[in-house]
């Protein structure tokens, strides 16, 4: 989530609204005793409902040794509860604790190191997987996503970043308490069927897109290079290792300890009243126990203090990518990067592409991402490149540092700056005209400020940026010791590669 970009998306709303005031008239927030919180906003243009259940914990909470964890909610998000997704569930229930003995038994042999008995692993290996067979037997497969299909669901999908978790989906007004019932058996009841099974989709993501996906390869070393300890520097997929031993009494206690009232928020958006929200809120999820919020993260990435390199060796298209450490979204810088972002990389206008692709063409691509990983914590201000046939990432590399020392040399002009807000403005308004944008916004924005008018607010930061803001940014912040380059090279030996 790029909140500072998508804060922009709301200005169709303002224009309707006229100001802050008359849309909060549409927006009703309560809190249940438990400390889950929720937000409603009425659209009564057409009969649908738009929900966001937003959990403030992403892949930087993974625990040691247990990378890729938080990933695995997502695959377990839609598998169902006691009632719903199961053939038998007491005999599921029997199965699954089974496998688990079982499984314990053989990490116990597994654990004995050197003296582990070969014949037993293979034993228990064996008993582990008749096992996970009898579970996965007792399963009625995808009942809950079809279920949600057949009362006219639209839209299902979770999605892991590295600071938060998110589930949404969108119902017809009138399967509203669908909605409730489903998604609170799934917060007090979760069952984490056929986690093995998608534990090993899991691992095939990571061998797709990491280990055959070259771009993916050059991204895993960029991050652990560019960041030295904190949690940013892991691929949200985790580490395959650690993946490959994660088990359900680890889903069990990530869970009881992120996945607390407190730390979630609930958006509903669309054709509701709010008054009947509460109320089936109040009857769903009141039995949902009150738990102590999770602890923060106390690692923080040491100052760099030179700029860091990292190569990786591969037969496909060469690549450049650098990164500049940067503040987090709480910055009061944060609207600057964006602006900045604007100007460096917007399509055909950005100086990027003008001078690199256009002008030189010695690029196929020249892009921006000003938040990167993620903006929880300080992060990255990145920038890609993909030389043109016949040039290398050395020449991008140079161009790319003059191009960049001449933006911080000279401030840009009004009408460049002028035309960027506006653009950026115009940009982000189409990409939201729905129910569920407006329920994603909501929930990133209370979790992350604490309260949602900040999208309001963000707007007006926007505006107050100056050509003396980003000339000051980046001079400050694009500097060699800041700075991590990775490239994608050809092998030695092989014409392509910048050597």
Do not use: C
């Not at 005793?33 to 409902?49: D, Q, S, T, Y």
């Not at 993916?216 to 691929?235: D, N």
């Amino acid at each position: 989530m790029r909140l500072r970009h998508v804060a922009v998306f709301l200005l169709p709303l303002l224009l309707a609204a006229q100001n802050l005031k008359e849309f909060e008239k549409k927006v009703t927030e309560f809190t249940l005793p438990n400390g889950l919180h929720f937000i409603v906003a009425e659209r009564h243009e057409a009969p649908v409902v738009s929900f966001h259940t937003y959990v403030n914990a992403g892949s930087v909470d993974d625990p040691s040794g247990e990378t890729g964890i938080a990933h695995m909610f997502e695959h377990m998000a839609f598998k169902g509860t006691e009632s719903i997704g199961s053939k038998n569930w007491p005999e599921e229930k029997k199965a699954i604790d089974h496998e688990e003995e079982v499984y314990d038994r053989l990490d116990a042999e597994r654990n004995r190191g050197v003296k582990a008995d070969p014949k037993k692993v293979e034993a228990l290996e064996a008993e582990l997987k008749a096992a996970d067979e009898k579970a996965n037997s007792l399963v009625e497969p995808n009942l809950y996503p079809r279920m949600i299909e057949q009362n006219g669901g639209a839209g299902l999908n979770a999605q892991t970043g590295w600071d938060a978790t998110e589930y949404f989906y969108s119902l017809p007004s009138n399967r509203l308490e669908l909605w409730f019932l489903l998604e609170s058996e799934r917060f007090i009841q979760p069952v984490f069927r056929e986690f093995y099974k998608e534990r090993d989709v899991v691992m095939e993501e990571y061998r797709m897109r990491v280990e055959s996906e070259p771009q993916g390869k050059l991204l895993q070393s960029f991050l652990a290079t560019a960041f030295a300890a904190h949690p940013y520097r892991v691929m949200g997929t985790g580490w395959p290792s650690d993946v490959a031993h994660l088990r359900r009494a680890d889903a069990w206690n990530f869970f009881h300890k992120y996945y607390v009232p407190g730390n979630i928020t609930m958006a509903i958006v669309g054709d509701v009243n709010p008054a009947e929200a509460k109320r089936l809120a109040e009857k769903y999820f009141a039995a949902m126990p009150a738990r102590p919020l999770p602890p923060l993260l106390h690692t923080v990435e040491p100052p760099q203090t030179g700029p860091k390199r990292t190569e990786v060796e591969s037969p496909s298209q060469p690549l450049l990518v650098v990164g500049y450490k940067r503040p987090d979204q709480y910055s009061k810088d944060d609207p600057v990067f964006d602006i900045a972002n604007g100007i460096l990389s917007s399509g055909r206008t950005g100086l990027l592409y003008k001078e690199l692709v256009r002008d030189k063409q010695i690029a196929l691509a020249a892009e921006a991402d000003d938040t990167f990983p993620g903006g929880k914590y300080p992060n990255l201000f990145l920038f890609f490149l993909a030389p043109a046939m016949g040039h290398t990432t050395a020449d991008n590399e140079k161009a790319f540092y003059d191009l960049l020392e001449r933006f911080q040399s000279q401030k840009v002009d009004a009408v460049t700056l002028a035309r960027v807000k506006t653009k950026t403005r115009a940009d982000l308004i189409r990409r939201l005209d729905s129910n569920s944008g407006l329920a994603s916004l909501l929930t990133a924005y209370y979790t992350t400020y604490g309260d949602w008018t900040k999208l309001f607010t963000s707007l007006d930061d926007l505006d107050k940026v100056t050509s003396d803001d980003v000339q000051r940014v980046a001079k400050q912040y694009f500097t060699p010791e800041n700075r991590t380059v990775a490239y994608l090279i050809a092998p030695k030996g092989q014409a392509g590669g910048a050597q």
